[in-house]
């Protein structure tokens, strides 16, 4: 067991808020190290669209659960948990504190809450909820989901019909919505929990992340994306920033309207986090532009410690 003097301090908030550097400030405060709980920066083939911390950032703290995976591994939320637990464990013996860091609201929780055992799924029905997307398009299965799990169907990235998928085979499976086995009981952890959630004027975000899209665009994102074009049946590149690309390499839209839907469901992928983290009223909220955020963090630990 861990000792109770041991604290995760979570890192939240939308993407493109500035979470990488807020966490390796934090880290450099205490002394310690970062593990992401990004659910795309795991895999190696991925780090212009998934906007890993670049060489310096990783040098200026240890990161882990960054390039720790491939993208033909299957690697669910429920495995990140496992390992993640695993690596706290160890890291904790030799750190008192540990900054836990990234957008994925999912892989947030399973760290520091778990979930109930999800049922196991009838082949069948998934069989079945694949050709429908085949036939029917995602769209489809979207209108499916928002009717049996509205409280998920605002949560999850409606981009990623994998995650549609799972929603919907554990509700025909169990005739419960996805989040209500989410939402059960809570899983005590050997550890002090922190939760810290960054966020930004709306008008300054979005401005933020297109600029950032621009800036991935400059950096090479489209050579990146398109030597992944042979991987694209693989889950981890349902991803915004990758989907658009592929709709361009397949003649299905411009790349000026490809670039444009990456920053517009980038955008809409930002106010779903934020929706996610709202709900959860133990977080700690800050502005990531006051020029003194360090020191309001620090002075919250140090309060609730």
């Known amino acids: ?34 593990v992401s709980a990004d659910s795309r920066q795991f895999f ?9 911390p670049n060489t310096q950032e990783l040098a200026a703290v240890k990161h882990y659960f960054i390039d720790s995976h491939s993208i ?46 999800l049922p196991t799924a009838d082949p069948a029905i998934r069989e079945r909820l694949n050709q429908e997307l085949e036939e029917k398009g995602i769209g489809y299965l979207q209108q499916q989901l928002q009717s049996v799990d509205p409280v998920y169907y605002n949560e999850v990235d409606l981009g990623n019909p994998q995650r549609i998928i799972r929603a919907l085979e554990v509700f025909e499976s169990s005739g419960k919505p996805f989040s209500s086995y989410r939402q059960a009981t809570i899983n005590k ?39 992944l074009l042979p991987f694209r049946q693989f889950n981890a ?12 390499f397949d ?22 986090q934020l929706t996610w983290f709202r ?3 133990t977080f700690h909220w800050f502005q990531a532009s006051d020029a003194n955020i360090l020191d309001q963090m620090t002075g919250t630990i140090d309060t609730v410690l």
């Open 1 to 34: 067991m861990i000792p109770k003097n041991k604290t995760l301090i979570v890192v939240a908030g939308p993407t493109a808020v500035g979470k990488t550097a807020a966490a390796i400030e934090l880290a450099r405060h205490y002394n310690t190290v970062v």
């Open 44 to 52: 190696r083939e991925m780090s212009i669209g998934t906007a890993k």
């Open 72 to 117: 033909t591994e299957p690697f669910s939320v429920g495995d990140f948990e496992k390992l993640g637990l695993v690596l706290l464990d160890k890291l904790f013996k030799t750190h008192n504190k540990v900054v836990l860091a990234g957008g994925s609201g999912l892989y947030i929780k399973a760290i520091c809450e778990g979930f109930d055992d």
């Open 189 to 227: 952890r050997p550890f002090n929990i922190i939760k810290l959630a960054l966020n930004l004027p709306r008008e300054v975000l979005y401005n933020r992340i297109n600029h950032r899209v621009d800036l991935m665009v400059q950096q090479g994102l489209l050579t990146e994306a398109e030597a």
């Open 237 to 248: 590149l349902n991803t915004v920033g990758y989907t658009e690309l592929f709709d361009y």
């Open 251 to 272: 003649g299905k839209t411009s790349l000026e309207k490809a670039i444009e839907m990456i920053k517009q469901n980038t955008r809409r992928f930002a106010k779903r």
């Open 279 to 281: 709900k959860d009223n």
